[in-house]
Every structure is written in C-alpha cells, then in structure tokens.
C-alpha cells in the first residue's frame, strides 16, 4: 500500500485511506464523549475561506459547557504519539474557528478545548488540553 492509502499500482483506491482513518477516529472519539454524558452539537466545523481553521468535534457538556475537541490518532507511540501532534500552529488553528464560531452565540456559554487521543487503538481524554491564550 502507498503513503496515502493507495496500492501500489496507483489505480485502485485502498481500503483505508487517510481520510477514512481519520473519520473512524473521529467516530471512535465521538462514540466515547456520547459515553460521558456529552451531546454532538457539530462535527467537522470549518471556517470559510484559506488559512482558517477547522473543528472535528464541537460537543455540549451536561451544564452547558461548550467544548471543542480535536481528535488525534496514530498507530503507536512513535515521534511523540498522538498528543505530540497537536502544535502550536494546530491549536491557534483551533481557537481561530472556535472564535469564529462563536461569533453566531449572542452569548457564548463557558467553554473549553479538549483532545481525544488515539493511540494504537486506546482511547484518551484530555479535557482542558489547551486554552485560547
């Protein structure tokens, strides 16, 4: 199989492709949040235009806390695993449309930036993984 999930002929698409990864990621994630308690207010939230930014999963606590997850998945602990990909870039990224969808709340509720890390197949959560500062 190649780096992006096709064969090695390049004529037929593999059956895991990067992007079905990720969605199965973000499946798992959401699957274990629906779990706690959390409710799925949108998935895969983007900012129009180039240079925004993107949110996997926007998700409402029980006491109406919004949180922002963002879902990280790597096969083993290799380079830092999972949580070592979420740079300072990807987390201004984050809070870029995390703001930018808040602009539609008259009054944003109490919110906050979660993770949910992926790896090797084990499921964390890390509430509170960053903050907007």
Not at 8 to 20: E, L, M
Not at 47 to 67: H, N, S
Request: aromatic share 8%; proline share 5%.
């Amino acid at each position: 199989m190649g780096f992006l999930g096709r064969s090695g002929n390049g004529d037929a698409p593999a059956a895991h492709t990067t992007r079905s990864l990720g969605q199965a990621a973000e499946d798992q994630a959401l699957a274990h949040l629906r779990a706690a308690g959390l409710a799925l207010v949108e998935r895969n939230y983007r900012t129009p235009g180039r240079g925004g930014g993107e949110i996997d999963l926007i998700m409402r606590e029980r006491d109406g806390t919004l949180v922002f997850v963002e879902v990280r998945s790597r096969c083993g602990a290799g380079f830092g695993g999972a949580a070592a990909s979420i740079g300072a870039t990807k987390r201004r990224r984050i809070v870029f449309a995390a703001r930018h969808y808040l602009l539609r709340w008259p009054a944003p509720p109490p919110c906050r930036f979660d993770a949910v890390l992926i790896d090797g197949g084990r499921v964390q959560w890390l509430r509170a993984a960053f903050d907007a500062g």
